[in-house]
C-alpha cells in the first residue's frame, strides 16, 4: 500500500482520540484536515492535534513541518503524563504511538523513527527542533484528550483530573533537559 493512501486512513485513526482534545468540539479552531507548521497557536493543539497535522504534511508533500510537529507532539505527551493525575490515562501516548506506526505502515514508520533516532544522537542535528520546540513552550489546552483515556473515565469518583501542586515551569524544562535531551534554557 502506498504511504499517502495510509495516511488518508490515518484520519479514521487518529481522529478519535483526536475528537477528546478539546471539552467541545466548537472550541477546537484547529481544520483537522490542515497541515499547520509549528506557531504560537501550536501550543492549544493536543498531541492527537499535532500528529494530524503532521499526517496532513505528509499527505500534502510538505515534509518541513513534520519532525517539529512530531517532535512539540511527544513532548506535550510526555508534559500531560507529568500532569495528569489517573496513571491508567498515561497509556494515550502509547496509544498514539501505536496509531502512527499503524498510519505510516511498518516500514515506512521503521523508516521514520530510524530518522528521530538520528536525530536524538546527534545534538547538532537536534538543535533546530529543540529551537523550534523551546519557542513554542509548553501547551495551554487542558489534556481532556489524555484524561478521557483513563479508567476513573469508567469507575467514576472525585479526585482531580490534574496533579495536585503541579509545577507546569519545572516541568516543561524537565521535557526539555530529560525527554527531549534538548540543552536549551528557558527564555
Known amino acids: 500500500?502506498?504511504?499517502?493512501?495510509?495516511?488518508?486512513?490515518?484520519?479514521?485513526?487518529?481522529?478519535?482520540?483526536?475528537?477528546?482534545?478539546?471539552?467541545?468540539?466548537?472550541?477546537?479552531?484547529h481544520d483537522p484536515a490542515a497541515?499547520?507548521?509549528?506557531?504560537?497557536?501550536?501550543r492549544t493543539m493536543s498531541p492527537p492535534q499535532l500528529y494530524r497535522s503532521m499526517l496532513n504534511c505528509l499527505r500534502d508533500g510538505q515534509?518541513?513541518?513534520?519532525?517539529?510537529?512530531?517532535?512539540?507532539?511527544?513532548?506535550?505527551?510526555?508534559?500531560?503524563?507529568?500532569?495528569?493525575?489517573?496513571?491508567?490515562?498515561?497509556?494515550?501516548?502509547s496509544a498514539l504511538e501505536m496509531q502512527l506506526r499503524e498510519a505510516l505502515g511498518e516500514a515506512d514508520h521503521d523508516r521514520f523513527m530510524g530518522i528521530i533516532t538520528e536525530l536524538s544522537a546527534d545534538p547538532g542535528k537536534r538543535a533546530p527542533l529543540c529551537q523550534a520546540v523551546a519557542s513554542i513552550g509548553p501547551p495551554t489546552y487542558h489534556p481532556s484528550w489524555m484524561i478521557n483515556h483513563g479508567m476513573r473515565q469508567f469507575t467514576g469518583g472525585n479526585a482531580p483530573d490534574l496533579v495536585?501542586?503541579?509545577?507546569?515551569?519545572?516541568?516543561?524544562?524537565?521535557?526539555?533537559?530529560?525527554?527531549?535531551?534538548?540543552?536549551?534554557?528557558?527564555?
Open 1 to 29: 500500500m502506498q504511504l499517502h493512501t495510509r495516511l488518508l486512513a490515518t484520519a479514521v485513526l487518529i481522529l478519535p482520540l483526536a475528537g477528546v482534545a478539546n471539552a467541545s468540539p466548537a472550541t477546537d479552531t
Open 35 to 42: 497541515c499547520l507548521p509549528l506557531s504560537a497557536d501550536s
Open 63 to 93: 515534509a518541513a513541518p513534520v519532525l517539529p510537529l512530531y517532535f512539540l507532539g511527544t513532548a506535550y505527551g510526555r508534559f500531560d503524563r507529568a500532569r495528569v493525575a489517573d496513571t491508567t490515562a498515561h497509556q494515550a501516548s
Open 164 to 187: 495536585a501542586g503541579f509545577d507546569p515551569a519545572a516541568s516543561w524544562q524537565a521535557v526539555m533537559d530529560n525527554y527531549l535531551k534538548c540543552a536549551v534554557q528557558p527564555g
